[in-house]
């Protein structure tokens, strides 16, 4: 799964531990039948996870960046590309 996130979406080999992360991260919230139709995120935690916040791995992104001091009519935010989630927030690492 790591090496098809990496394929689709052409990040580099130095990105390989993200796309790992990122295939455990979805795996994770994904139902088996072992589990008998519930997924290992929600066998741990007694919750069903929240898909809501997926998006697709190398997407470009826009972050705020509020510490930048720009003017009025400057950009405020800085491009990224989408390489994973946050397991302790709802949050994307770029």
Known sequence: MARCIMLQANLPESLWAEAINTAT???NRCTTKSLDGITPFEAWTQNKPYV??????????????KS???KKFQSKGEEYIL???SEES???RL
Do not use: M, P, Q
């Open 68 to 70: 930048r001091k720009e």
């Open 25 to 27: 991260f979805l795996r």
């Open 52 to 65: 809501g916040l997926f998006r697709t791995i190398g997407s470009k992104t826009i972050a705020l960046n």
């Open 90 to 92: 709802k949050a994307y």
């Open 83 to 85: 390489v994973g989630y």
